[in-house]
C-alpha cells in the first residue's frame, strides 16, 4: 500500500521517509521504554551507559536509518513480492553476521530457513528473467496494430496536403 499511495501523491522516497521518520522516533521514544522494562524487568535509567554502549548505539542508529532509507527507495520502484524477497535476503544477512560477528548460535532451523529463502530467492529471479525474455503477443500485435494506424494516417495526411493531379498529364487540377 506504501508503494501505491507514493505513486498516487506522486512522493519520493525520501519525502515519504521524512514524513514517517518523525512519527516512528517519537513513537519509540515514548514506548520504547515501557517495552524495555516488559521484557527485560530492568529500567533503562538504571543503565550505565559507556563510550561503547554509546558508539554501538549510534552504529545502530545509523543501520536502522539506512535500512529505511532502502527499503523506501525500494518500495517505490519494485513489486511487492520484489520487496519481500529483498527482507528475507536481509534476514540471511542479519542471521549470517550475528553468526560471524557476535558468536550467536546457528541452528539446524535458522540454517535450513536461510537455505529455504535462498532458493526461494533463487527460483524468483529465474522466474522474473523468463518472464521478461518471453515475447509478449498482446505487445507485438499491439504494436502492428499502431504501425498500421500511424501508416494509416500519415496517408492521410499526405493525401490532404497535397493537391490533386491530373495523373495523366501530371498537373495539378
Known amino acids: 500500500s506504501i508503494g ?15 514524513k514517517t521518520a518523525p512519527i516512528q522516533a517519537v513513537s519509540l521514544l515514548v514506548f520504547g521504554p515501557f517495552i524495555d522494562y ?3 524487568g530492568k529500567l533503562l535509567s538504571n543503565y550505565r ?10 552504529l545502530s542508529c545509523s543501520l536502522a536509518v539506512f535500512c529505511n532509507v532502502s527499503q523506501y527507495l525500494c518500495i517505490g520502484r519494485f513489486s511487492a513480492v520484489t520487496f519481500q524477497v529483498l527482507g528475507h535476503m536481509k534476514t540471511v544477512c542479519i542471521l549470517t553476521l550475528g553468526w560471524l560477528l557476535f558468536d550467536s548460535q546457528l541452528t539446524v532451523k535458522n540454517i535450513l ?3 529455504v529463502a535462498v532458493l526461494g530467492m533463487i527460483v524468483y529471479s529465474w522466474a522474473v528473467e523468463a518472464e521478461k525474455r518471453k515475447p509478449d503477443s498482446k ?13 494509416v494516417e500519415l496517408l ?16 495539378a487540377k
Open 113 to 115: 530457513g536461510m537455505t
Open 4 to 18: 501505491s499511495l507514493q505513486k498516487k501523491y506522486s512522493v519520493g522516497s525520501f519525502e515519504l521517509l521524512s
Open 156 to 171: 492521410k495526411q499526405r493525401i490532404e496536403e497535397s493537391p490533386a493531379k491530373d495523373v495523366e498529364l501530371g498537373h
Open 49 to 58: 551507559f559507556s563510550s561503547s554502549a554509546f558508539l554501538f548505539i549510534l
Open 38 to 40: 516488559y521484557l527485560s
Open 139 to 151: 505487445t507485438i500485435s499491439h504494436t502492428k496494430n499502431n504501425l498500421l494506424e500511424e501508416h
